[in-house]
């Protein structure tokens, strides 16, 4: 029998170094709650803002859309507007593609 333990260690439990099972999951729960104030957070905060300025929108708002068009809104429909960009040049543009709302003068000082 010596020789076989020998060759073979003894199992012994060792339960003083196994973490609990909540104390397992702790580091993934707190980088989670990281992730969420830095990234998810933030993020929902500025969809919320941006779906309030698209419905907001109304007829004579000076704007510029994501690609960097500055025009005035003449007509505003369910999912698109009409935006003037110079005298008798209008397009038309989705609503959700309105970056910001410029103060007004913004036109005439550009």
Same mark, same amino acid.
């Given at each position: 029998m010596e020789?076989?333990?020998?060759?073979i260690a003894s199992a012994y439990a060792q339960d003083a #170094?196994?973490?609990?099972g909540l104390m397992s999951f702790l580091p993934l729960i707190i980088i989670f709650i990281i992730f969420y104030f830095l990234l998810i957070r933030p993020q929902m905060k500025r969809a919320k803002e941006h779906r309030k300025l698209v419905a907001e929108l109304a007829t004579g708002d000076e704007v510029v859309t994501n690609g960097g068009l500055? #025009?005035?809104?003449?007509?505003v429909g369910e999912s698109f507007v009409t935006m003037e960009l110079a005298d008798n040049v209008t397009i038309k543009v989705q609503r959700?593609?309105?970056a910001s709302v410029m103060p007004k003068g913004t036109i005439k000082s550009a």
């Open positions: 020789i076989l333990e020998f060759f #170094g196994q973490p609990s500055l #025009g005035r809104i003449t007509d959700q593609a309105i």
